[in-house]
């Protein structure tokens, strides 16, 4: 927070000081006047958004939403960094993910501004025999290397260890993680992976390779399975518990077992949450090391991913501006390493200009925006510590339901895991269906004549385990509807809009409309008359007033020129001939899906 120079002028000295009283009167007035009938006490409720496992977002935090000591960075809790001097020396890791040993991407992103490798080690990724092939000309003792490997985790880190001897790597300059994560791999899969072969990893790590951890704690699964951010924790904190178990009973130390272990979280394009998140996570664990005893072993290294359920296939062009978002996100919350997804990733394999977008978003907001320079930001908001606190105890809560069901390998194989994200996922669903939850270029100004972006397949993600959710798959089924109608007969499914009145009486109206048919790849016509414009199905676009003169009669015009459907854009009414009501809140999916059943879009 800004401290004011002591030298004797108070610029606010003439004014009487505003109390929170007099803003929630205030408050109450402004929303009178809007024709919402609240309290001064409650003015505060109705401006609040609610957030995901019952937090709230409130219009204004001060001095009274206090939050504990976030302390100070690099020592414990660790809230605002897990190393003193945070960032501020080299910006953080740059790390890029590959799935393929073909071409040279490694070289052209190492080159480039990344600083570490993110390898997919496996038969539908980089064969272990082919790891030497995808590290052909990396420098081993500058860039670190992070596997990926799922089930083939061991012979794919022995692979990397041979390359660091070969090449003459001093096991103390070998740096990076061997990726042994047999929880999330199960996540991943619903397979069962022993930890058996992990201890000695482990040991070797702990023992011989200083630079090196063997174990990731990977929350992805949870996040893309739709878990919310409390839940991205718990699952996490769970995780690492059981790994901590397993290391100390096969002969580890507390302090060894957290030197072994790396956490990956999703970076969402909400910022501020995600800045939160990563805060609260590094809180959390403290809270872990210190009760296993080993209070300053509890410094967190993250591993921060732009979310994939962000994503979106159309308009995909908007990702950069949710993976901008993202990463500024996770290096304000203070991620030791950030990768940014291509903006294709939802498409296929990512193509050399979409790869340099990604590595260049760290670049320009380490090198240019200068966001490293300063350790943990945030900190000091009010709004940003409340959050936190609220987070980290929300992600707790969660941990010790989950503990209660036995640890996170018996919470997954009982399937309580999967539907607790399920019923998350189910509620935020219903949200992005109502568009109370936009999806820019997608459910809000979708194009229809967008040509779609086309890309190499990608290596198909292994079967079973938790779901894959993503934000736009409900609107993308009913665009691939009307894309097959159009292949079909060649027009896509079309409404015909009803203006009536002037412009200033319907424009806001007819907006809306063509944003919410297009949303499901219908196409709004708005020339000529409903015989010419080849639609089935219609839509009343005006103001109040003229609805109540016109709209019965217009309605039931529309409906001897033989419109199928008659619907009204504003809040449902009594209006003779009118079929259905579309407005802000409905369920634009379902609206959309039924008219398409109507249309014969299948």
Request: aromatic content about 6%; overall charge negative.
């Amino acid at each position: 927070m800004t401290v004011l120079p002591n030298d004797g002028l108070s610029l606010a000295a003439e004014f009487p000081s505003a109390t929170h009283d007099q803003w929630q009167r205030l408050v109450e007035g402004v929303l009178r006047k809007a024709g919402k009938e609240v309290s001064a006490e409650t003015a505060e409720d109705a401006l609040s958004t609610p957030l995901e496992s019952g937090l709230t977002t409130r219009p204004l935090y001060t001095a009274r939403d206090e939050a504990p000591d976030p302390g100070f960075p690099g020592f414990a809790p660790f809230v605002r960094g897990g190393r003193p001097e945070g960032n501020t020396v080299q910006g953080w890791d740059v790390r890029q993910r590959h799935t393929t040993a073909v071409g040279d991407a490694v070289l052209a992103d190492l080159e480039n501004g990344v600083t570490s490798l993110w390898l997919a080690v496996g038969p539908q990724a980089i064969p272990v025999g082919s790891l030497a092939q995808a590290l052909d000309g990396v420098l081993l003792d500058l860039a670190p290397v992070v596997l990926d490997a799922g089930q083939e985790v061991e012979p794919a880190a022995r692979e990397l260890l041979r390359l660091y001897e070969e090449r003459g790597v001093a096991k103390e300059a070998a740096r990076g993680n061997l990726g042994a994560d047999p929880l999330g791999h199960e996540a991943r899969t619903g397979e069962e992976s022993p930890f058996a072969p992990v201890v000695p990893l482990a040991r070797l790590c702990a023992e011989e390779y200083p630079g090196l951890r063997a174990l990731t704690v990977d929350a992805l699964p949870y996040h893309e399975a739709g878990g919310s951010a409390a839940q991205e924790l718990g699952a996490s904190l769970a995780t690492g518990v059981a790994y901590l178990r397993e290391l100390t009973e096969a002969g580890l130390s507390v302090e060894q077992a957290c030197a072994q272990l790396e956490f990956r979280y999703a970076a969402t394009a909400d910022q501020f949450l995600t800045i939160a998140k990563l805060r609260a996570a590094r809180r959390l664990w403290a809270r872990v090391a210190e009760v296993c005893g080993a209070p300053t072993a509890g410094a967190q290294v993250q591993h921060a991913v732009t979310s994939p359920v962000m994503m979106s296939r159309r308009d995909p062009w908007v990702n950069m501006l949710r993976t901008t978002v993202a990463t500024l996100a996770a290096g304000v919350g203070g991620a030791d390493s950030v990768t940014v997804l291509p903006f294709d990733h939802a498409l296929g394999l990512p193509d050399a200009f979409a790869r340099r977008i990604a590595r260049n978003t760290s670049t320009i907001l380490v090198e240019e925006s200068h966001l490293a320079r300063v350790i943990d930001p945030a900190g000091g908001s009010w709004y940003v510590e409340r959050l936190t606190d609220e987070l980290a105890h929300a992600g707790w809560e969660f941990f010790q339901w989950i503990e209660g069901l036995g640890g996170q390998a018996a919470a997954l194989r009982s399937g309580r895991l999967g539907a607790a994200l399920a019923d998350t996922w189910a509620a935020r669903s219903a949200e992005l269906a109502k568009r109370r939850e936009p999806i820019t270029g997608v459910s809000e100004f979708p194009n229809l004549a967008e040509r779609l972006v086309e890309r190499e397949p990608a290596p198909e993600p292994p079967p079973g385990g938790l779901p894959r959710v993503r934000r736009d798959e409900a609107f993308e089924t009913l665009r691939a509807r009307s894309d097959a109608h159009l292949a079909a007969t060649g027009t896509r499914p079309r409404v015909y809009l009803a203006t009536i009145g002037p412009a200033a009486a319907h424009t806001a109206r007819t907006s809306f409309v063509s944003n919410l048919f297009q949303a499901g790849g219908i196409e709004p016509v708005t020339e000529g008359t409903f015989e010419e414009s080849g639609a089935t199905e219609a839509c009343l676009c005006s103001s109040d007033a003229l609805y109540a003169e016109q709209a019965a009669a217009v309605a039931g015009n529309l409906k001897s020129a033989g419109a199928r459907q008659v619907f009204l854009a504003g809040r449902p009414g009594q209006y003779e001939d009118v079929d259905a009501y579309v407005f802000a809140g409905c369920d634009a999916v379902a609206v959309l899906s039924a008219t398409l059943d109507r249309m014969g879009a299948s």
